[in-house]
Each structure stands twice: as C-alpha cells, then as structure tokens.
C-alpha cells in the first residue's frame, strides 16, 4: 500500500509543484467561456467537454485556449472564469481551478493510501 501511496503523491507534488509555478510566473487574469471541445462521438453520452476560454491581454488583442479538465456537463457560454496564462505565448492557459484540482486529487489519495499504510504498519487493522 506504501508504493500506492508513492504512485499518486509523487505525481501530486510534481504536479503541484508545476501549477505552483504557472500561478507564480504567469498571468492570473479573467476569461470567457466561449464554447467547448466534445472528446466523445456527435450525440453521445459519455461525452467529456472541454471548455474553450477567450481572454483579452493588456495590449487589448485577444486570445484563445482550451481548458485542460474537461465535464460531463456543457459549460455555460459566456461565463466569467478565472485564468492563468503565459504572458509570452497567450494561447497556453488554463483555468485557475484546473491548476490545483488534479494535484489535488492525486494528493488526496496518495495521502489516503500512505496513512492506511503507516495504520497497518503499526498493527492496526480495520475488520
């Protein structure tokens, strides 16, 4: 179980530790929903949608990219998210939420999996 704890909190901390770095050297500013891409066939029900963001830079040009968490669910056209981008390359962005919602995840259940590992490690079981 030690190992499981290993496979999801390395990945976590490198993820974190890039999301960490993106919210600290990039730009956090606001976007708009303007669409999403379907990762499923035209009709289908396990279609996962992939919201497309469009922000306006300081220098008044405008931009888009595609969020890297996709839904279930179609995203609200037009509504208002908060974003990160690269002030060098605008078009390599993302939701602020989707920085730290798969670090988290995978945090989560590393940190799950290596307590249960230190609880049976002492010699606690659970029955």
């Known amino acids: 179980?030690?190992?499981?704890a290993g496979l999801f909190g390395v990945p976590g901390l490198?993820?974190?530790?890039?999301?960490?770095?993106?919210?600290?050297?990039?730009t956090v500013s606001?976007?708009?929903?303007?669409?999403?891409?379907?990762?499923?066939?035209?009709?289908?029900e396990a279609n996962v949608y992939f919201p497309n963001v469009e922000i306006c830079c300081p220098d008044g040009r405008r931009y888009n990219f595609q969020g890297?968490?996709?839904?279930?669910?179609?995203?609200?056209?037009?509504?208002?998210?908060?974003?990160?981008?690269?002030?060098e390359d605008p078009t390599d962005?993302?939701?602020?939420?989707?920085?730290w919602f798969g670090p988290g995840?995978?945090?989560?259940?590393?940190?799950?999996?290596?307590?249960?590992?230190?609880l049976s490690y002492a010699g606690l079981t659970f029955e």
């Open 68 to 87: 890297s968490t996709g839904s279930g669910r179609y995203p609200p056209i037009g509504e208002k998210v908060k974003v990160v981008y690269d002030p």
């Open 30 to 44: 606001h976007g708009i929903i303007t669409g999403a891409r379907s990762s499923g066939p035209p009709g289908g």
């Open 1 to 4: 179980m030690l190992g499981v």
């Open 14 to 26: 490198l993820a974190l530790g890039r999301s960490w770095r993106k919210t600290t050297k990039w």
């Open 105 to 118: 995840v995978l945090l989560l259940l590393g940190g799950f999996c290596l307590v249960f590992s230190l």
């Open 93 to 99: 962005g993302d939701l602020l939420w989707n920085l």
